[in-house]
Structure formats: C-alpha cells, structure tokens
C-alpha cells in the first residue's frame, strides 16, 4: 500500500477530509492511543508545511505521539528524550494555538516526565487523552 492510500484510509477511519483533516485525524487517533496512526496522519500535513509558521508546532505533536510510541514499547530512554523535543517545541507557541491548549499539552508532558524519572518500571497508558478546544 502507498503511503498516500494509507494517508486515506486513515482520514476516511477518522471521519475527516480537507486541509485540515489531518490535523483533526491526528486527535482522534491520539485519543484512541492509537500513537502510531496520530504519528502518520499528522507528519503527511507537516511534509507539507515545512517552511510555514507551524513547522515547530506540528513537529511537537509528532514528537509526543512518537514519545508514547516509545512508552508502549517499552522504551523509556527514548521516550523520554521525545518528550523533552516535543515540550521545547511547544514552548515557541502560545497559550491556545490551533485551537488546541497548548498549556494543558505542556502539563501532560511534564506529568510523563515526571513519570519516567519517577517510575519508570510501573508505567500505564490510561487516559492518555488531548482536546481541541469547543472553538475549533
């Protein structure tokens, strides 16, 4: 299968189409802890906007679906190193940007990185969740 079948077929399981049809696809996925999926669907709109002023911003989504990747594999040093790229990413953005509340991303990744240097045999991914505020 092409990569842009597969960019298909993960828009039509979303339920999505148009330009930003991606970036709503990768919160669903994401929220099904489907990280993979929320991976891929998410790096075909940011191969796109490279040079644009959401690069950064799109990497660090990549990154944290990436970062828990990692965790259900198992492999902390990684993910942990995902979460940090992910986090000064986002720190270049604004309080809400895409409609989506970065901080409240920026407190999700603090508690994993908390997790991680805290306990980092025990952990589980329940609950793993992000929004798009009501506005998007």
Known sequence: MSKAEHIRILLQTAGEDGPRGPYRAYFYFFNRQQFYEAHDILESLWLNERQGPD???YKALIQLAGAFVHLQKQRVAPANALFKLSRSYLMQYPA???SLDVGNVLKLIDEWLQ???TSPNSLELRDVSLTLSPCA
């Open 55 to 57: 690069n950064n911003f």
């Open 96 to 98: 809400t940007h895409q």
């Open 115 to 117: 997790r991680l240097e």
